[in-house]
T-cell receptor, first 114, second 111 residues
């Protein structure tokens, strides 16, 4: 919808599973972000990659592991998650990491941890 | 920590009326952005206003910024059913490149 795609759109996993979320942007941007959106909580920034380098890790538990192989792709590897990790995970990109840059969001992955 | 906070949390108005949402923040900012999110979807950028600007327009949207009161408002004129969504303000912290989103205002346009 905005040049940022996310797969899968929905994911249900058990606490012992390992899964990965994928994000791809077709906008030629250099910064990519992972956000977590839980009910009744502000959007939480998890990770930022700027020119493929991780520039922000917002005290995210190690059961979430990001990977940015190039400036167009971003992954979030999940393992041994908890039920409270159930949320909408949003990927975004921007021209570069700067507070004045508009961020373009993907549609999100709705994650349910059983 | 939460920088911006929207008010009200929820708003229901009749189609055709104007909708006003407010955002208050705590520390000095370089700029403030407004985003819209339709249910269960990604956010869409609406408008950015810089700290040296007082008002900005984009179509039916009007954003104001009062740095002395540390607040911003988003006005949607002549509301339509398609405006039903959550609206978020996002502010920077005037010292790094991170932007922080508020909890949002849920706007419902009644037919």
């Amino acid at each position: 919808e905005t040049g940022v795609t996310q797969t899968p759109r929905h994911l249900v996993m058990g606490m012992t599973n390992k899964k990965s979320l994928k994000c791809e942007q077709h906008l030629g941007h250099n910064a990519m972000y992972w956000y977590k959106q839980s009910a009744k909580k502000p959007l939480e920034l998890m990770f930022v990659y700027n020119f493929k380098e991780q520039t922000e890790n917002n005290s995210v538990p190690s059961r979430f592991s990001p990977e940015c192989p190039n400036s167009s792709h971003l992954f979030l590897h999940l393992h041994t998650l908890q039920p409270e990790d159930s949320a909408l995970y949003l990927c975004a990109s921007s021209q570069q990491w700067a507070d004045y840059n508009e961020q373009f969001f993907g549609p999100g992955t709705r994650l349910t941890v059983l | 920590s939460q920088q911006g906070e929207e008010d009200p949390q929820a708003l229901s108005i009749q189609e055709g009326e104007n909708a006003t949402m407010n955002c208050s923040y705590k520390t000095s900012i370089n700029n403030l952005q407004w985003y819209r999110q339709n249910s269960g979807r990604g956010l869409v950028h609406l408008i950015l206003i810089r700290s040296n600007e007082r008002e900005k327009h984009s179509g039916r949207l009007r954003v104001t910024l009062d740095t002395s009161k540390k607040s911003s408002s988003l006005l949607i004129t002549a509301s339509r059913a398609a405006d039903t969504a959550s609206y978020f303000c996002a502010t920077d912290l005037n010292r790094d490149d991170k932007i922080i989103f508020g909890k949002g205002t849920r706007l419902h346009i009644l037919p």
